[in-house]
């Protein structure tokens, strides 16, 4: 394989397919509350449900910042193969096997409430290099997903940023 991973991946981009996950489990208010205590999060919109209608929603919300959580894969379900993960593995094969998150930009729609089923859709985005860095010679991807409720509506998206690199490809 070419050292150069620019003509798949910009194929991987170009098809556009996505790797679907549907929640298995409804947001919630014990999930909600769990939550809540994880991050030191007091809002009684998120853990009173008369707070939260005093508030004009129908019951109490979750955190914008739980978006992703409700579709994290379980290690012990089925791996879903995605173009995502081919792109990931073209970097490796490519000589940039190491890797770090840069960023991660979510957008929300609207709060979460108890009920919703979320659909998530991620596809690769973005690809960007090579590109001299402090860490080596590398290659920056992003991935988009999008997060729709039970009717198909959009709640919200996240772009994650991952630099793949070769520290053996550091300029001095």
């Not at 690809?127 to 988009?144: D, M, R």
Request: aromatic content about 8%; some cysteine; proline content about 7%.
């Amino acid at each position: 394989m070419s050292n150069d991973p620019t003509v798949k991946i910009g194929e991987i981009i170009a098809a556009g397919r996505e790797r679907v996950s549907v929640a298995r489990d409804e947001v919630n208010r014990p999930m909600i509350h769990h939550l809540c205590d994880a991050m030191g999060e007091t809002n009684p919109i998120y853990l009173d449900p008369e707070a939260a209608r005093a508030a004009g929603h129908p019951d109490v919300v979750a955190p914008p910042s739980s978006l992703q959580v409700w579709n994290m894969i379980n290690p012990s379900d089925a791996e879903i193969e995605s173009d995502v993960d081919r792109a990931y593995a073209i970097l490796a094969e490519c000589g940039y096997p190491k890797v770090v998150a840069v960023n991660c930009d979510q957008e929300y729609d609207r709060y979460l409430t108890p009920g919703d089923v979320l659909t998530a859709t991620e596809k690769v985005e973005t690809f960007v290099g090579p590109k001299q860095t402090g860490l080596g010679e590398g290659y920056f991807i992003t991935t988009l997903t999008s997060y729709t409720d039970q009717q198909g509506e959009r709640v919200g998206t996240m772009r994650f940023r991952t630099l793949w690199y070769n520290p053996a490809k550091r300029s001095s």
